[in-house]
């Protein structure tokens, strides 16, 4: 039976959408479209709750010479008219993304698989949350007070400071301890200690870049790739194949990131990235996890979208199959 399917995509992707490699919702639709899935798009902002319902406003899409385009007519659906949702907007993770989270409260999630579980995300910050496995993070503080940032990277020399709300590296800044200036980066990042940030110590290893583990349901890939520092920078900053190398899991990361996925997995979180510096984990990523399937496939000779597909089968059908279940001893 054809499967209908709803990705909820960044603005940017709508506005530019053909396939491009490097963009994992491009493949994801492209591949759903090449098996017969029915695949519609939306944005977070097509969202809405009527008569107690979650709703949406969406586009179908079609494959065509190799290449994904969407029709232009808008349909008006019950999310719930759907059997999985691919919840994927980039963060940042600011008011109107929250009340899009928010409309998934309306939504029969027996009925309709989410992927991940907006709700989940909204509960999950994937900075913060990094507390969630303390024996697996660097040591890091959560606030929004001045001294306590100051007095951190006193003790620590030198700190990695992050707002809790975006992607791409935005906003992240090295902190040492000499630096004159520290106070005012601080201050301007924490909006004069009315906002918090998460402030890691640093970990040697991050002059090499950080590894991207990545993780599907319970389902831990041995392909992974190194994300290295732009030119003039101390952190991955530009999506260029130059800053990438293949690199193998440690016993330590592929454990690490079997007890993540297993555990986010029960809370609907089931599309997962792991940052990774000196065997530990800097970031979960959950929003909209980039798995860097044209640089996998370069560095492995794979075709790795198979695999993935493979996995995210497999998790539909599990649902289905549990759903009839369920239906049945009903």
């Not at 989940?120 to 993070?137: G, S, W």
């Not at 991207?212 to 003039?232: A, D, N, Y």
């Not at 044209?294 to 493979?310: G, P, S, V």
Request: charged content about 30%.
């Amino acid at each position: 039976m054809i499967k209908s399917l709803l990705f909820i995509i960044d603005d940017i992707e709508l506005k530019y959408f053909e396939f491009n490699d490097l963009v994992t919702d491009f493949w994801l639709i492209k591949e759903f479209l090449k098996r017969d899935y029915k695949v519609s798009v939306a944005l977070k902002g097509d969202l809405f709750v009527a008569n107690s319902q979650g709703c949406v406003f969406s586009r179908n899409s079609y494959i065509r010479n190799e290449n994904i385009y969407y029709e232009k007519k808008m349909h008006k659906n019950l999310i719930n008219d759907f059997d999985v949702v691919f919840f994927r907007p980039d963060p940042p993770v600011d008011i109107n993304y929250l009340n899009a989270c928010n409309v998934f409260d309306y939504v029969d999630k027996q009925k309709t698989l989410l992927i991940n579980d907006p709700c989940a995300i909204r509960d999950f910050n994937e900075k913060l949350h990094v507390n969630n496995f303390p024996e697996f993070t660097p040591k890091n503080i959560v606030t929004s007070n001045i001294q306590l940032i100051m007095d951190f990277v006193e003790e620590n020399k030198e700190a990695i400071l992050k707002p809790l709300n975006r992607c791409f590296g935005s906003g992240v800044y090295y902190l040492k301890n000499d630096d004159k200036n520290l106070i005012t980066i601080i201050n301007s990042m924490t909006e004069e200690g009315k906002t918090q940030v998460m402030v890691q110590e640093y970990l040697e290893g991050a002059k090499d870049g950080d590894k991207r583990v990545l993780i599907i349901g319970e389902t831990v890939f041995e392909e992974c790739i190194q994300k290295l520092p732009g030119e003039h920078n101390f952190k991955f900053s530009i999506h260029q194949d130059k800053f990438f190398k293949s690199t193998k899991l440690s016993d330590r990361e592929r454990y690490m990131a079997q007890k993540v996925g297993c555990q986010l997995a029960k809370r609907g979180l089931y599309l997962i990235g792991l940052d990774v510096i000196n065997e530990k984990i800097t970031e979960i990523n959950i929003t909209s996890p980039c798995y860097f399937i044209r640089e996998i496939n370069q560095h492995y000779n794979i075709k790795f979208e198979d695999k993935i597909m493979a996995c995210l089968e497999e998790m539909i059908e599990q649902h289905f199959l549990k759903d009839k279940v369920y239906a049945f001893n009903k």
